[in-house]
Every structure is written in C-alpha cells, then in structure tokens.
C-alpha cells in the first residue's frame, strides 16, 4: 500500500510562487507495476480537481487548461517524490491540494485528470493548504 505526504504550501502573495512536493512510499522494485501521480485541488464550496499529472517514467505531462503555463509537475523516482512548481501565483488558487497516484499499467500513461476518472487514482495524501492572498 502506498503512501503519500505532501508539503509546502502555505499563505503566499498574488504573483509568488511556491513549491509543493509529496513523498511516495511504497513503490516497490518492480517491471510489473506502474504508478502515474497528480496533483489535485479543491476550493472551499468546489469540486476537487486535477491540475497536473505526470506518467512513470516522468516524461509525459497533463495540465488543466487554466494552470498551464504557470505550473510545472516533475517526479524523481530515485527519491520517490513528486512536485508542483506554482508560478504567478492568482488568488483562484486558493484550495487544498493533494497528491495522488494511480497504479497503471504503461510506464508512459500520465492518468486522467477528467472529473469522471477520479476513481482511476488509487492512493491519495492528506492534502496542504494553498492560501494566496495579500
């Protein structure tokens, strides 16, 4: 069973940045099985959402239309973590964000980040706010 820790984040200023990284334990040493992993969100009062997703091998990227361009997701599998890199940080921003990975089958499948297709996404951290406000 994975695990999924996230941190970063915090209360930032219109137009910052700010990096969030997860942790990813549990992936063990293995031809059989891969994991794509994303980064989700949720406003207060809105549906949580995908912004990004990355596949296995780490070179094939997702966004959500409104994010692209100002965030960028990476993976290191040699420490099994995940990022987002959040720039020109807007107030819409604001929410919950939580990590998430997916057990796949192909190593250059990103997942989905459609509404529909959340419960592709087996594995889920406990989330850390995202406060950008002046």
């Known amino acids: 069973q994975l695990q999924l820790v996230e941190s970063g984040g915090g209360l930032v200023q219109p137009g910052g940045s700010t990096r969030l990284s997860c942790s990813v334990s549990g992936i063990a040493k293995s031809t059989s099985d891969y994991y794509a992993l994303g980064w989700f969100r949720q406003a207060p009062g809105k549906e949580r959402e995908g912004v990004a997703c990355v596949s296995s091998h780490g070179r094939t990227t997702k966004y959500l239309p409104s994010v692209a361009g100002r965030f960028t997701i990476s993976r290191d599998n040699v420490k099994n973590t995940v990022c987002l890199q959040i720039d020109s940080l807007k107030p819409e921003d604001t929410g919950v964000y939580y990590c998430?990975?997916?057990?796949?089958?192909?190593?250059?499948?990103?997942?989905?980040?459609?509404?529909?297709?959340?419960?592709?996404?087996?594995?889920w951290g406990q989330g850390t706010q995202v406060t950008v406000s002046s």
């Open positions: 998430a990975a997916a057990r796949v089958y192909l190593s250059d499948y990103a997942g989905s980040l459609d509404p529909s297709d959340l419960r592709e996404w087996n594995y």
